[in-house]
């Protein structure tokens, strides 16, 4: 079965850190674009993320300079280390996979028919 599986959320205090993890059951990530999005209750999902197959990375302008996204092919993982952590970065996070780079461009593309795979998730609570 091919799917996504993310690891690494839990409950953190603001100005805290998480690493968010991402890896693949059946089939390899190194060809693919990887999104983090994340969806906080009552608000769409949203695209915070993403890294080209060739490392190429974007943004989006609420995470910038808190959030570093890093793949490692040769553990089939993709990464999001998160810094500076505050209470609105609370939400499920998400990572997908896209064969198209294009994708990255574009972090409003956030929806299960702009990518090929999606993890179940894992949550972040940011709490003093």
């Known amino acids: 079965q091919l799917q996504l599986v993310e690891s690494g959320g839990g409950l953190v205090q603001p100005g805290g850190s998480l690493r968010l993890s991402c890896t693949a059951s059946g089939f390899t990530l190194r060809d693919y674009a990887i999104g983090w999005f994340r969806q906080a209750p009552g608000k769409e999902r949203e695209g915070i993320s993403c890294?080209?197959?060739?490392?190429?990375?974007n943004y989006a302008d609420s995470v910038k300079g808190r959030f570093t996204i890093s793949r490692d092919n040769a553990k089939n993982m993709v990464y999001l280390q998160m810094s500076a952590l505050k209470s609105e970065d609370t939400a499920v996070y998400y990572c997908?996979?896209?064969?198209?780079?294009?994708?990255?461009?574009?972090?409003?593309?956030?929806?299960?028919?702009?990518?090929?795979?999606w993890g179940q998730g894992t949550q972040v609570t940011v709490s003093s």
């Open positions: 997908a996979a896209e064969g198209r780079n294009g994708v990255c461009d574009n972090l409003a593309l956030a929806t299960d028919y702009d990518w090929d795979y």
């Open positions: 890294i080209r197959s060739q490392f190429s990375t």
